[in-house]
C-alpha cells in the first residue's frame, strides 16, 4: 500500500460547484500536509500547507486535516475554469523536511 | 525568466544512448532535487543534493547519475537510456527550512523524455 492514496480521477465539475479533493495516508508521524496544483505542462506549485491536525483558508481554497482518520482534503468554493489543473496531494515527517510523500495527484476539469 | 530552468524541454532518443537534463536556478536555494513524474505512479524522488558536496539517492536512483556543478546547477544523466525511463522529469529546489514551515518545493517545467 501506497503511503499516501488520491484518487486521480478526472473529476468534471461545473463553473461555480464545490470541489472537494481527497487522501488518505498511513504513517501517522507525518506532521505536514500541503496540495500543490499542476497546471498542464508546468511543474507542480504549492497551493497551500497545514501543520497537524485543522482547518486553513485561503481565498476560495480550504485545507482540512483530520489525523485521527487520516484524511487530507481540499475543497474549492465557486470553482472556476482557472482552476483546472492537477491537484497533488503531499506530506512529509517534520518542518522543513526534504522527504516529500506525493498523491498521484487528480485531474480537475472546471467546465464553463 | 523562470526561477528554475530545465533543459531541453522535450527528447527523444533511442535505447542506450546517454542523455543529460540540465537544471539551472536563480532562487539562492542550497537543496536541489530531481522527480520524475509518471501517470498513475505520481511524483518519486530519483536523487537530491543538500549542497556540492552532499548528493543522496532517493527512493528510484537505479539507471540514473547527478552532478552537482555549483550551487545553481544541478544535471541528471542517464548513462544508457531504456524504454521505462520514458517519463516527465523535474528539477526543484528549496530552502533549508530552517524557520520551519513545509519547506516547499519550486519545480521547474519539466522535460518530457521519451526513449525508443
Known amino acids: 500500500q501506497k503511503e499516501v492514496e488520491q484518487d486521480p480521477g478526472p473529476l468534471s465539475v461545473p463553473e461555480g460547484a464545490i470541489v472537494s479533493l481527497n487522501c488518505t495516508y498511513s504513517?501517522?508521524?507525518?506532521?505536514?500536509f500541503m496540495w500543490y496544483r499542476q497546471y498542464s505542462r508546468k511543474g507542480p506549485e504549492l497551493l497551500m500547507y497545514?501543520?497537524?491536525?485543522g482547518n486553513k483558508e485561503d481565498g476560495r481554497f480550504t485545507a482540512q486535516v483530520d489525523k485521527s482518520s487520516k484524511y487530507i482534503s481540499l475543497f474549492i468554493r465557486d470553482s472556476q475554469p482557472s482552476d483546472s489543473a492537477t491537484y497533488l496531494c503531499?506530506?512529509?515527517?517534520?518542518?522543513?523536511?526534504?522527504?516529500?510523500?506525493f498523491g498521484k495527484g487528480t485531474k480537475l476539469s472546471v467546465i464553463p | 525568466d523562470a526561477d528554475v530552468t530545465q533543459t531541453p524541454r522535450n527528447r527523444i532518443t533511442k535505447t542506450g544512448k546517454r542523455i543529460m537534463l540540465e537544471c539551472s536556478q536563480t532562487?539562492?536555494?542550497?537543496?536541489m532535487y530531481w522527480y520524475r513524474q509518471d501517470p498513475g505512479l505520481g511524483l518519486q524522488l530519483i536523487y537530491y543534493?543538500?549542497?556540492?558536496?552532499?548528493?543522496n539517492k532517493g527512493e528510484i536512483s537505479d539507471g540514473y547519475s547527478v552532478s552537482r556543478q555549483a550551487q545553481a546547477k544541478f544535471s541528471l544523466s542517464l548513462e544508457s537510456a531504456i524504454p521505462n525511463q520514458t517519463a516527465l522529469y523535474f528539477c526543484?529546489?528549496?530552502?533549508?527550512?530552517?524557520?520551519?514551515?513545509?519547506?516547499?518545493?519550486?519545480f521547474g517545467e519539466g522535460s518530457r523524455l521519451t526513449v525508443l
Open positions: 503531499a506530506t512529509s515527517l517534520r518542518a522543513g523536511s526534504y522527504q516529500l510523500t
Open positions: 504513517n501517522s508521524a507525518f506532521q505536514y
Open positions: 497545514t501543520y497537524s491536525s
Open positions: 532562487k539562492g536555494h542550497d537543496r
Open positions: 543534493s543538500f549542497d556540492v558536496k552532499d548528493i
Open positions: 526543484a529546489t528549496s530552502d533549508t527550512g530552517l524557520a520551519g514551515g513545509a519547506g516547499e518545493l519550486f
